[in-house]
Structures are given as structure tokens and as C-alpha cells.
């Protein structure tokens, strides 16, 4: 059964701090990973996308990575600020056409 | 960027009523549109994918006569929620493509309350 995984659940940093977010997944044929924000109460925002071939992925201060092998990725926030407070979710996509696997999401919350 | 505009963003209305939600792409033609349902704390959950032209395809579980879809045009599709009650509540979130492997791109999502 396709899955994904993300841990934490949930994640309180302070302002400035860096995080990573972890994302497991079980998708198979595998297409592509996105990582995206998704504010309270609004739609989901795409961060990063990253297929097979590719390790890592920036999008300014987020930096995604994808081991294909180990069917892990991880979205790291450097320099966290309040405005990052949100959830983060990882989205898989298998090959041919299937609807996307969504995880849970990470509630992060950047605290002053 | 691509964008997906979603109308309206909060609806209250009374038990009974039926819910019309626009989902529409501004600056593609959406070949292929999605509709969501999110619970609180909870994953993004397809309730049915419509293809513009053609009947949409219901997940499984997704009663096609209480959340009737329409995709008439490459840039508009509609969710109607008839005879809503209570446990229709819930946030409804919609997104578009360009079909084959474009990417969806997500509109803001409309909260539902039925009183």
C-alpha cells in the first residue's frame, strides 16, 4: 500500500533555530517528492519538487533532500522565522497516472 | 506562477441548504482538476479528480450524488454539496493541472459550517 510518513508530528523551535523534517514513504513506481507549506486555514504551497535523479533541492532557506534508496527525504528550514509557522506536508507521486499520496503533515510552530 | 483561485473561502449556512464551491485557474487551462476534503490535524484526503468535458471519477466512499462536480470549462469546475448537514463540515480544498504529469497546483480552500 502506498504510504508517507512524517515525523515529528508536531515541532515547537524558537526564532532563529534551525529544523528538519522527516518523511518516509512506501509510493512505488516512484515519480516525484514535493514538500509543501500549507498555512491555517489556506492551501498548500509548493516548496520543492524532486524526482529520482535528484539528492537535493533549495528553495531559499528550506533545503529538501531525497534518498530514493532508503525512500527517505528531509525539508530542512535554516534561520527559522515566525512566518514559518505552519504545516509542512510531503507529497508523493507514483508513476502513471494515480492520485498523489499525501502525508499528515508537520505542525511546526517558531516562537519569539 | 500558477494559479488557482477558490470561491467562496467560508460558507456558514443552515442544515438542508446546498453549497456551490468555484475552483478556477487563472493563467492555465486546467485539463484536470481535484477536489479535497481536509479534517482537522489531517491529511489532504481526494474525494474525485473531473477531467474538463467529462463525469468525474469518485473515490472510493465519495457519494457522486452528494458532492456533485462539474468541469465545463479548462478553467472553472464547481463543487456543489447538496442538502449539506453537519457532518458535511469540513474544508474543502480544490487544485488544477495542466493534465499528464504537471504538477497540481492548489487553491486557498473553502471552510464549511452547516449550522
Known amino acids: 500500500k502506498n504510504q508517507v510518513e512524517q515525523s515529528p508530528q508536531s515541532l515547537i523551535i524558537l526564532e532563529g533555530k534551525n529544523c528538519t523534517l522527516q518523511c518516509n514513504y512506501t509510493v512505488s513506481p516512484f515519480s516525484n517528492l514535493r514538500w509543501y507549506k500549507q498555512d491555517t486555514g489556506r492551501g498548500p504551497v509548493s516548496l520543492t519538487i524532486?524526482?529520482?535523479?535528484?539528492n537535493t533541492k533549495s528553495n531559499g532557506r528550506y533545503t529538501a533532500t531525497l534518498d530514493a534508496d532508503t525512500k527517505q527525504s528531509s525539508l530542512h528550514i535554516t534561520a527559522s522565522q515566525l512566518s514559518d509557522s505552519a504545516s509542512y506536508i510531503c507529497v508523493v507521486s507514483a508513476a502513471g497516472n494515480t492520485p498523489l499520496v499525501f502525508g499528515k503533515g508537520t505542525r511546526l510552530s517558531v516562537i519569539a | 506562477g500558477a494559479v488557482v483561485s477558490q470561491h467562496p473561502s467560508r460558507v456558514i449556512c443552515k442544515s438542508g441548504t446546498s453549497v456551490k464551491i468555484e475552483c478556477r485557474s487563472l493563467?492555465?487551462?486546467?485539463?484536470?482538476m481535484f477536489w479535497y476534503r481536509q479534517f482537522p490535524k489531517k491529511s489532504l484526503m481526494l474525494m474525485a479528480t473531473s477531467n474538463e468535458g467529462s463525469k468525474a471519477t469518485y473515490e472510493q466512499g465519495v457519494e457522486k450524488d452528494k458532492f456533485l462536480i462539474n468541469h465545463a470549462s479548462l478553467t472553472l469546475s464547481t463543487l456543489t454539496v447538496t442538502s449539506a448537514h453537519p457532518e458535511d463540515s469540513s474544508f474543502y480544498i480544490c487544485?488544477?493541472?495542466?493534465?499528464?504529469?504537471?504538477?497540481?497546483?492548489f487553491g486557498d480552500g473553502t471552510r464549511l459550517s452547516i449550522l
Open positions: 487544485s488544477a493541472s495542466a493534465g499528464g504529469n504537471q504538477p497540481q497546483h
Open positions: 493563467d492555465f487551462q486546467a485539463t484536470t
Open positions: 524532486m524526482t529520482f535523479s535528484e
